[in-house]
């Protein structure tokens, strides 16, 4: 069963390698995108799902990844591979500062203070108009060479990121400090009891988190080489990283990945076509998941899939 | 010096103070019982002393080793282990991972320890792979026991022993306790069931809205009028 996964995951990941020799540019774009919001999703689990703290604004530091790129490669001159460390190193360190307080929150508080962090930032970088740009946004170095060769480029930036991402998660969750997350998620006194130190490890699945989307926020600048303070910080974007979380079950490492891509393939072929209602569909769909499969695509068709089992979770969840 | 030695404590939630200058020594190899009506801070002491409240002023000492606000993991770690009230058990786990996650900061021999646990208490195994959220309430006391063992104590806090237990089920966990106790482990017990905690015990105190009033064997407080009067309604 095990070996199954994995070989199932290889072969998966050997299709994405060699896909950009078949498909076209479109189709290349919308994968790099699908491969972002998977980084985002996987990225932030660590926090959201394995910690048990639902960090709703962990895209301030997606939009904290862009504009360190943005400001580097623009202001400095910085040769954008390089840039990517610093996303990282600025996502933790901030994440790190800002976790000592907040952590110590719980279930919503903690929800809205992250929106809140999410808006502080958003309006900070909007006023520092002399290095960000302000409301005008930010304008970024475009890549040299053929357009064929960019869009692979990005294609396979981006997916090595994804990897990184799902990577750590793998990691965490096989190590120590996997379990003293587990144990925090399900009771955190009790987890305290055992000796578990929560909150440096709540602050370090928070830091740790936040360097992951850190980095996916900095490429995603260089790819559109355009940023303004209201795309990167909020959007639609921490909406639609919790339904694929939710839809792949937070639980899981894979779990982000697998619901980003259904989430954002289907949205490509369905959704689309009715811009208009896109929002009203993605609201539609998470309150689905959370009365037909609370636990994720993942964990509810362990044993296969059913119709049963989504009965039962309706009929366990009605109001 | 005692193994536990609780020196003048003081402490409390936000501004509210609680505990008042609480001495406690329990020696190696010890059961002793903490009395108190509803209200009275035995469960804040439970906190205090495993580091989830802060300590306001006073010291707490294990083994000489001076423990006051230091991280769980420490304190932990010097070999004090809970049974927290309403026993925490992680629900979603089963009762082997909760048993692992007791093992947190004493990794050694861990299947050893689990084996042990379930010789110890033959209900558990049978259940080892049930989530600890099913258990009934006897089994998830067991567990949270078993759990708090797989530390490797040298002293056991068991908080609200009896709480929500049919009697003949209590009868057998104390039986348990008595055979850890036999090990060498210490015991520092909190329990409503006054005639139960005292029959347990060598010693015991007695504590009043954040304050020890009265200490002593067991014996001699089974017998003292105030006791008598306040807690067993004679």
Redesign the interface.
Known sequence: MKDKKIILFFLFLAVLIFLPYIVSGYWLRVLTQTFLFASIATGSNIIIGFTGYPAFGNIAFFGVGAYVTGVMTTTYNVPFLVTLPFCALSGFVLAGILGIPILRLKGHYFAIATVGIMETIKEIVDNMVETTGGGMGLTLPIMVGEPEFIYKYFYYVMMLCMLLSVLICYIISRIKIGYALRAIRVDEDAASVMGINTPLYKTLAWAVSAALVGIAGGIYAYWLSYIDPHTVFGGTYPVKMFAMILLGGATTVTGPLIGAFILEIISELVWSKFIAIHGMVLGLLIICIILFIPKGIFETFKGGFSFRKLLNNLRENSL | MALLDIKELSTGYGDLQILRNINIEIEKGEIVALLGSNGAGKTTLMRTI???NRIWKGDVFMDGQRLTNA???K???SGV??V?EGR??????TVTENL???A??NRKNIKEKIERIFDFMPRLRERKNHLAGDLSGGEQQMCAIG?ALM?EPKILLIDEFSLGLAPTIVDSLVEIVHRINQEGVSVFIVEQDVQLVLDMSVRAYVMEIGEITLSGASKDLMNDPKVKEAYLGM
């Open positions: 495993v580091g989830l991280s769980s993991t304190i932990v770690s282990s809970i927290p925490r058990l992680f629900a979603g786990m692992e996650m007791g947190y900061c759990r530390n």
